[in-house]
């Protein structure tokens, strides 16, 4: 039963050729019977007979109620897009990581650049687009690399790259939103930024300080401890405190989970604490399978044992992928669409005015 719609999967095989349905209306206070007559051919497949409930009775039933069905019918066939920057220096395994979130190798023909090259080295911005499709629901996915990143020996504003690319989507949307053709507006709007972090500093750098400032008024910032295999839980710990507390002091806005409403379970509002407490993430990436007492699973062997990318004992992995893939994706395009892209489209219009 799929709101007033009925659904019987039947086999038309009876001598007869006719088949007797019996069906009863939603209020369930008459019985319809409904004859169908089926082609005079022998049928050796089965068949979808559908029926529409008659509603006469059911005086109350506008049928709003299935506009959340027309919606999501909508929006499955259009398809979902998502676009993601990771920013942070070489090293701390940027590639790995977003390979490990959706299962993929975006990085194949990538050439790592030795250590004359990297001295005069710029930041590049390398756009790399894949589809994904799961249960029949498809995503165009879009992971901005940005290779040489805090590698030079001056670092001076090597951000600026990042922050003109996130302005030039803004600016493409604004320009095509104004335009004649708005029907079919493909979103390259950067949705969230993953800045990564490295773990053998003592909190926050001043040039992880001066890109966040650059960039928090424009994406979502989620902030990324990297390589939490190389430190304790006790270290882990300290430099999460430490870099929270870099982040308040200095002003930075990084991505704010959005609170639960009253009306939540229990269960939800300690699940989404948990994220809130998370916060940077601290991260393990692998794409090697490795087995260990029988079992097979995604980490990395050391002498003194085993890591698993997807044990929360051992990382925040899970914790990161499934609030950027199953619970706050929306949330992340959202907050772009409502509030980034909303500042930019009023400056644009304030700047428009006073030419």
Known sequence: MYGNLLVFKVSASSPDRKLFLICLNPCYTSVYVLMCFLNPFKIHTRHFITVFLLQDQDKEYVGFATLPNQVHRKTVKKGFTFTLIVAGESGLGKSTLINSLFLTDLYKDRKVPNAEERINQTVDIVKHT?????????????IIDTPGFGDAVNNTESWKQIEDYIDQQFEQYFRDESG????????NRVHCCLYF?????????????ECMKALHEKVNIVPILAKADSLTQAEVFRKKMKIREDIKHFGINVYQFPECDSDEDEDFKKQDQILKDS????VIGSNVQVESKGRKFRGRIYPWGVVEVENPAHSDFLLLRNMLVRTHMQDLKDVTRETHYENYRAHQNLCQKKI
């Open 130 to 142: 894949i589809s994904i499709e799961e249960k029949g629901i498809k995503l165009r996915l879009s």
């Open 180 to 187: 004649l053709n708005r029907r079919n507006i493909q979103d």
């Open 197 to 209: 972090i490295s773990p053998f500093g003592h909190g926050l750098r001043p040039l992880d300080v």
């Open 279 to 282: 916060i940077p993430f601290a």
